[in-house]
């Protein structure tokens, strides 16, 4: 017979595991290329450099729009979908995809706090946070001790991170005012000023 206080211990780790268990599927779909790249260490931190030319070819335009014409959509941080191509589009922008456990995108961090306070006029910055390992509310939390003035959206499906061929968290793209791909990296050896530059 199993005593009480081990079924409220069973109770409390089936719970905790749900988390994990409703994020499988995500695995299966558009996060793919991105466990495939952490599996194999593309993206540790010894590996990652900029290396312009990764994910979506240079030239190319990232697909902002649904098979049926519809809008590309995702969602704010309080679970609010928005447009993707209003914050993309119309002027030259730069696109990182990040998440709170990738030490990368924490180094990469204070460049791109301060690059963006430098060209906020002229180019519009968005950080996307995959949906992998992390919460919209654990997002938030982080945010609040590692404040950005730029928007931070959630791409809980995966659509953005397909959208972008993003093979990973540090993953930077930049666009210019057409909407064309100047520059992809990911790692924290990049130069975030240069990579702006690319799409001015």
Known sequence: MVKTDDRIRSSRRQKGARHLVSAAPRFLGAYVPLVVALSFGVLSPTAAVAQNGIGMPLGERPALVNADGSPLEIEDLDGNEVNLADYVGGRPALVEFWAIWCELCEALHPQMVEVHARYRDRVGFVAIAVGVAQSQRSVRRHLEDTPAEFPTLWD?????????????????????????????????????????????
């Open 156 to 200: 809980g499906r995966g659509q953005a991170v397909r959208a972008f061929a993003a093979p990973g968290t540090s993953y930077i793209v930049v666009l210019d005012a057409e909407g064309r791909v100047t520059y992809t990296g990911s790692g924290s050896g990049q130069d975030i000023e240069v990579a702006v530059l690319t799409g001015l």
